[in-house]
């Protein structure tokens, strides 16, 4: 029984293969544990001799389990650290860290800008009404800069012209709805967002880019106002020797209207006046539209061009950069300003 348990525990080749052979060779069913149960009805002095032999028997057995029990332990310790290796130097494929759109980063830096100097930030519908576009903003079905804006028209469910909407030419549609919105002045927010004309795609046109709509109605906000707002504006996000100027120009809902241009030193090819956007004095009848008392309050609106300071800054030369979806693009650039 001595050399059937050690040869069995000996030839167990894992650590389960020992545990059975333990419960069938030290068990309570095994035969030395059964010889040791009939010591009790042998006489006197067979059942010491028969005592000793049985204990060293189960002695040899035990130590041979243990023995075994050790190689076998230390080998499947070194089986799962074989099997279960981190190769910390292995290359992983395919994980790469994302990164903001530099034009999303602008956006979020100018509402920062004008949430610093206590202006709300409004947001309004990309496909909307064209009486928030036109009508609303004193442009008539039959003005020519109706036509100018070269707008992009929503089909009607049948595919025909008609249904009434379009996609945002530009973000004044945001002001009527802010007026509408919040009746009462004061108002002072600002709209960035993304805007649709159907201008053809080369370095400097995309049918969809950026503007950041500005509308300001108070009791007494003159034009004083406005190129004060503008000024700041633009030497906080251009540097310091940024300046602007006004000329003359024409939009219905505004009165008197101007272009603003911006000086820019930090220019690859020198200083220079860039053009940056539209603005005005709120033309009352878009007040009266608006239900606000034009006779009480004034105000100014501006339209700034988003993607034009984002080139102007980070040395873009090709505007398809912003608009193509290429990640190699945003990865190039620190915008978070
Ligand atoms: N909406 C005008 C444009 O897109 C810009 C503008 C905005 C002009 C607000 C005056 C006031 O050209």
């Known amino acids: 029984a001595t050399k059937a348990a050690q040869e069995a525990f000996a030839t167990a080749a894992n650590l389960d293969q020992l545990a059975e052979a333990k419960s069938a060779h030290l068990g309570d069913k095994a035969p030395l544990s059964l010889a040791r149960r009939e010591i009790g009805s042998l006489p006197g002095k067979a059942k010491a001799s028969a005592g000793k032999n049985v204990n060293i028997a189960r002695t040899a057995v035990s130590e041979a389990f243990e023995e075994r029990k050790e190689v076998l332990t230390a080998q499947e310790a070194a089986r799962i650290l074989r099997e279960e290796t981190v190769d910390v130097t292995a290359r992983l494929g395919g994980k790469r860290a994302g990164a903001r759109h530099p034009i999303n980063a602008k ?73 509408l919105e919040r009746k009462n002045p004061p108002i002072y ?63 219905p809902f505004t009165e008197p209207s101007m272009e603003v241009d911006l000086w820019f030193t930090a220019h690859k090819d020198g200083p220079r006046w860039i053009e940056w956007g539209g603005c005005g004095m709120v033309n009352p009848r878009v007040l009266a539209a608006c239900g606000i008392d034009p006779e009480k309050y004034s105000g100014f609106a501006f339209g700034m061009g988003v993607d034009r300071a984002l080139m102007l800054s980070h040395d873009i030369t090709d505007l398809r950069d912003i608009i193509d979806g290429d990640i190699r693009f945003p990865l190039g650039l620190r915008v978070e300003e």
Do not use: C, K
Request: aromatic residues 10%.
């Open 107 to 179: 956006i979020d830096a100018i509402a920062d800008y004008f949430l610093s100097l206590g202006f709300e930030v409004a947001d309004g519908p990309e496909v909307d009404l064209e009486w928030f576009a036109f009508d609303a903003l004193n442009i008539h079905p039959d003005h020519p800069a109706r036509t100018m804006m070269d707008t992009f028209h929503i089909a009607d469910s049948n595919g025909n012209a008609g249904s009434g909407l379009v996609m945002r030419p530009h973000t004044s549609t945001v002001q009527i709805h802010t007026m």
């Open 189 to 251: 927010t600002v709209a960035p967002g993304r805007v649709y004309r159907t201008d053809e795609v080369d370095s400097t046109h995309s049918p969809v880019f950026h503007q950041t709509e500005g509308l300001v109605v108070d009791e007494g906000i003159t034009i004083a106002n406005l190129r004060g707002t503008l000024s700041h504006w633009a030497r906080a996000m251009f540097g310091e020797d940024a300046e602007v100027r006004f000329r003359p120009s024409y939009f």
